[in-house]
Nanobody, 115 residues
Framework: QVQLVESGGGLVQPGGSLRLSCAASGFTFSRTVMNWARQVPGKEREFVAGISDVGGSTNYADSVKGRFTISRDNAKNTVYLQMNNLNPEDTAVYYC????????WGQGTQVTVSS
């Protein structure tokens, strides 16, 4: 079965960095577009970044362009989100998503940006 396990979240000061990971299993990872999204309580989940199956194409929400970088290691079945210059508005639960027939989501990892 499809499994997505996020890790790497935590508490960071404004201007700091975090690297999120999402370990995938149960499907052909190297042939699957992967995405990161985030959600704040009371708001809809929003797209953050996406990466093509071989990693040659990426796209980002305007709010994170220039600060976040999505990447993947198909040998490790893992997708990453490097987040730099974090600000309090980036505080959210971050999820990875795989579209394999339907959308699958991980359990999420909390990112809190606060001084």
């Amino acid at each position: 079965q499809v499994q997505l396990v996020e890790s790497g979240g935590g508490l960071v000061q404004p201007g700091g960095s975090l690297r999120l990971s999402c370990a995938a299993s149960g499907f052909t990872f190297s042939r699957t577009v992967m995405n990161w999204a985030r959600q704040v309580p009371g708001k809809e989940r929003e797209f953050v970044a996406g990466i093509s199956d071989v990693g040659g194409s990426t796209n980002y929400a305007d709010s994170v362009k220039g600060r976040f970088t999505i990447s993947r290691d198909n040998a490790k079945n893992t997708v990453y989100l490097q987040m730099n210059n974090l600000n309090p508005e980036d505080t959210a639960v971050y999820y990875c998503r795989a579209d394999v027939g339907r959308s699958y989501w991980g359990q999420g990892t909390q990112v809190t940006v606060s001084s």
